[in-house]
């Protein structure tokens, strides 16, 4: 199952790393990136230790605090 999660993670980092192209070929706010590094939009490390189970947990209140950042920002 790892494995497979694994994958999906280089997937989504392909994904990411498209999106990050196009947005910096001409989405900008204010003169300026919304996003200065390609970390800031995607970090690959921390999914990863997420799904290698390295990461600490985070309580489900404040997972469910950043889910709704995450999508008020969008």
């Given at each position: 199952?790892?494995?497979?999660?694994?994958?999906?993670?280089?997937?989504?980092?392909?994904?990411?790393?498209?999106?990050?192209?196009?947005?910096?070929?001409?989405?900008?706010?204010?003169?300026?990136?919304?996003?200065?590094?390609?970390?800031?939009?995607?970090?690959?490390?921390?999914?990863?230790?997420?799904?290698?189970?390295?990461?600490k947990?985070?309580?489900?209140?404040?997972?469910?605090?950043?889910?709704?950042?995450?999508?008020?920002?969008?």
């Amino acid at each position: 199952m790892k494995a497979y999660q694994l994958k999906q993670l280089d997937r989504q980092y392909e994904i990411h790393m498209q999106a990050w192209a196009t947005v910096m070929a001409g989405q900008t706010r204010k003169g300026k990136p919304v996003f200065r590094t390609f970390d800031k939009f995607f970090d690959y490390r921390k999914a990863e230790e997420k799904i290698l189970g390295k990461q600490k947990k985070t309580s489900p209140e404040k997972e469910k605090f950043q889910n709704w950042i995450a999508n008020f920002n969008s």
